[in-house]
Structure formats: C-alpha cells, structure tokens
C-alpha cells in the first residue's frame, strides 16, 4: 500500500494563527511536506465572514508555498432539494470562484477546474438537486466566461452516506456526470499524519460512477480554528486528475 500527497481543509483562513504559526506552517510541520492542495469555501460573491475563502488575504502565502485551493461549494441545507435549488445554487458557485481568481488567470491556468459540493449528510444529497446543480456548473460557468473557463461538478460527503451517493451513481445513468469523489472516513481525530490508502476503507458501499480523488482520515486538527487532514489517491495519476484542475493563486501581495 501507498500513502498519497497530503492536503487540507479548512473553515478559517489558513492565514490563522495557532501558538504563533500560521496553519500552513503547522499542516507542513505535520506532514513533513507542504500540502499540495487546500480546500476552502465559495458561496456566492455577497458572502461575508471568513468561513469563505478570502483571496487578498490567503492568495499570497498559498502562492509562496505552492499550494493549490481546492473549491467547496456551500449550500449544505440546500443539497436535498429541487433541481431547480440545485440550478440557482451553481451559478452563484460558479460565479463566485470565477470573480474570486479572475476569468483570464483561470484561463492561464488551464481552463478546468474541479468544485466539490458540500454534503454533510443532514440532509443527504438529492438526485434531483445533483442533476441541477451538476450540469448547470458546467454550463453556466462555460456561458460567462464565453467558453474560457468549465467548472467541473465533484462532490464531497463521508463514505457512510450511502443516500448521497447513490444519487450520485443514479444522476450518472442519466448521463449526469460526476468529476470526482472527496470522501470523508476519519481513521482519527486530531493532527495525524496520513494513513496507507485502502480502498475497503475508503470506498463507499455504493459502486461509483468516478474516482475517489481525496481521502479526509482525520477531523480537527488544532480543534475548530484548524484543519482536516487529507491525501490524494496514490493508485492514479493524481497531477491530471486532481492538481492541474485546482487553482495555484495568482500573486496579489503587491
């Protein structure tokens, strides 16, 4: 077995200090690596509060240390609803990320980029919200950006919620695609190095339509003002699959 490259995640910035170091610094000091990837939230351009990613503040040490964001979308009370919710929440999605990085630095960077919605499990995952929310990413963040940049739809929901993915996998008979898995199974709680990567402790029940690209093995990290630890899937290529399609941040210190 493999461990792979180590990520994280975060609901503050990682601009935060803990015992006077930054998470950034604290996430590599665990890691022995910098983090290839760092998840954040996007919800719409008018959302305040640090839970979202707050680019003039975050974009320059993520940009010194090389590590790429990694794009939640969160509307957790939303995900069981109607395909019509579904549709409304993805353009502000798609609309948030693009005005946070700019439509041309994206399309420098390579045009596709992966979103991962939020499910926690309260509520699961409706096929319905999934089918709306999936397609209209992809479409509407194609339409505004007059085909420059494609939002990718991806989803993010811990291995035991067997009704979230089995959406997902009933979307994709109905040729509703999904770009990625980010599954949640913590082996830990706490700041703890990566596990070996297995797949039968991974892999939902439910035979999904996509690759798992990221493993969550651990919550809370320095408790709630931290991070979640996570590594990517070391059985493929992870740089195409995962790392060319989330954003190194342009250099705004200056």
């Given at each position: ?238 740089d195409q699959a995962l790392l060319s399609k989330l954003v190194l941040p342009p250099d705004t210190s200056t």
């Amino acid at each position: 077995m493999a461990t792979g490259g180590p990520g994280a995640d975060s609901s503050v910035l990682v601009t935060n200090q803990i015992q006077g170091k930054a998470l950034v610094q604290l996430a590599t000091e665990l890691f022995g690596q910098t983090p290839g990837f760092w998840g954040r939230y996007f919800t719409s351009v008018s959302t305040s509060g640090n839970v979202e990613y707050r680019h003039l503040k975050e974009n320059p040490i993520l940009r010194q240390n090389r590590i790429r964001v990694l794009p939640i979308a969160r509307q957790t009370r939303n995900v069981n609803g109607t395909q019509a919710q579904g549709s409304t929440d993805a353009e502000v999605n798609s609309e948030d990320l693009i005005a946070t990085f700019g439509q041309e630095y994206l399309a420098s960077q390579g045009s596709q980029f992966l979103m991962f919605l939020d499910v926690e499990g309260s509520p699961s995952l409706s096929s319905a919200y999934f089918s709306g929310w999936a397609d209209t990413l992809t479409a509407h963040s194609t339409d505004v950006t007059d085909g420059n940049v494609k939002i990718l739809p991806c989803v993010y929901a811990t291995r035991s919620d067997t009704t979230t993915w089995q959406a997902i996998a009933d979307c994709a008979d109905q040729g509703i695609v999904c770009c990625g898995a980010w599954v949640a199974r913590w082996l830990h709680h706490g700041c703890a190095a990566p596990d070996d990567w297995d797949d039968a402790k991974i892999q939902p029940t439910v035979q999904l339509p996509c690759d798992v690209l990221v493993w969550q093995y651990s919550d809370d990290c320095w408790g709630g003002g931290g991070f979640d630890c996570d590594q990517a899937n070391p059985n493929i290529d992870i740089d195409q699959a995962l790392l060319s399609k989330l954003v190194l941040p342009p250099d705004t210190s200056t």
